[in-house]
């Protein structure tokens, strides 16, 4: 891999995301209590998903209830 190639690969991706109420909701409060933007709260539970959690499996329904 060239050097340009690696470069154009740890460019930053932007994501749109469409998000419940409640599920914004929680996201502000955390950022609140963590002292964080809500972009980077959601940003670093993004990355701790993506490295704790192997596979997402079940009914989509359950995931998309927040507790």
């Given at each position: 891999?060239?050097?340009?190639?690696?470069?154009?690969?740890?460019?930053?991706?932007?994501?749109?995301?469409?998000?419940?109420?409640?599920?914004?909701?929680?996201?502000?409060?955390?950022?609140?209590?963590?002292?964080?933007?809500?972009r980077?709260?959601?940003?670093?539970?993004?990355?701790?998903s993506?490295?704790?959690?192997?596979?997402?499996?079940g009914?989509?329904?359950?995931?998309?209830?927040?507790?």
């Amino acid at each position: 891999m060239s050097d340009e190639e690696v470069g154009k690969s740890r460019r930053p991706i932007s994501v749109n995301l469409q998000l419940c109420p409640e599920a914004n909701a929680r996201l502000v409060a955390l950022a609140k209590v963590h002292k964080r933007s809500k972009r980077l709260e959601a940003l670093l539970r993004i990355y701790d998903s993506l490295n704790n959690v192997p596979e997402v499996t079940g009914e989509y329904s359950e995931i998309f209830t927040i507790k």
